[in-house]
């Protein structure tokens, strides 16, 4: 079974500044897709980015960018030039190709807070 | 025109009743999927559909029924609601497998 795990349960930055969160999954697929969602105190889940594992490039999305080390099972993002919005908890998410197993594995979250 | 939606947001009900949520996307989308968020905000699915075709059932109690009446929609049922049942319920659907997944706005169900 896959898991996936973030080490960091709280984060806090000021804002402006650069942040990186953790997540490190564990797979013996090798064709599988990874998530960063973010989950603001409105409830809604938002895709932050998305990267394949057959794609080498780390993926970006402006200021949100990932560093995916495939051979040590690590996907970590990076928030650049952080704003008060980007206060939300932060979901790694797994997803890998199987009969009947495609589905979302989550991560326990990291609760993001940007000070003012 | 919000492309995953949810009906109710928020329902409150005691223990012992049955009730139902409902999920529509606009998206044209061939799955769709439910999640459960506990209160330490873990999530974790359910089930989901392709294309009205139940794939993923993960061990859930079968007090919770999901309906698929056609691809645009996927409702929750769910029997003799419990206090455990209380969490969040998101609804999601995607193109394909690998494609990503758009959450409704979740549906906060309290069991009193």
């Known amino acids: 079974a896959q898991t996936v795990t973030q080490s960091q349960p709280e984060m806090s930055v000021q804002e402006a500044e650069t942040v990186t969160l953790s997540c490190t999954y564990d797979?013996?697929?090798?064709?599988?897709?990874l998530f960063w969602y973010k989950q603001p105190p409105s409830r809604q889940m938002i895709l932050v980015i998305r990267q394949e594992a057959y794609k080498q490039q780390n993926a970006t999305e402006n200021r949100f960018s990932v560093n995916f080390q495939k051979a040590a099972k690590s996907f970590s993002l990076k928030i650049s030039d952080s704003q008060l919005g980007d206060t939300a908890m932060y979901f790694c998410?797994?997803?890998?190709?199987?009969?009947?197993?495609?589905?979302?594995?989550f991560g326990t979250g990291t609760r993001l807070t940007i000070i003012p | 025109d919000t492309a995953v939606s949810q009906t109710p947001k928020y329902l409150v009900t005691q223990m012992g009743n049955d009730k139902s949520i409902k999920c529509e996307q606009n998206l044209g989308h061939d799955t769709m999927y439910w999640y459960k968020q506990d209160s330490k905000k873990f999530l974790k699915i359910m089930f989901s559909?392709?294309?009205?075709?139940?794939?993923i059932n993960e061990t859930v109690p079968n007090r919770f029924s999901p309906k698929s009446p056609d691809k645009a929609h996927l409702n929750l049922h769910i029997n003799s609601l419990e206090l455990g049942d209380s969490a969040v319920y998101f609804c999601?659907?995607?193109?394909?497998?690998?494609?990503?997944?758009?959450f409704g706005p979740g549906t906060r169900l309290t069991v009193l």
């Open positions: 998410a797994f997803m890998s190709r199987g009969f009947g197993n495609e589905k979302l594995t």
């Open positions: 559909y392709n294309n009205k075709e139940l794939i």
């Open positions: 999601a659907s995607s193109q394909d497998w690998a494609d990503t997944q758009y």
């Open positions: 797979t013996s697929e090798s064709n599988y897709y």
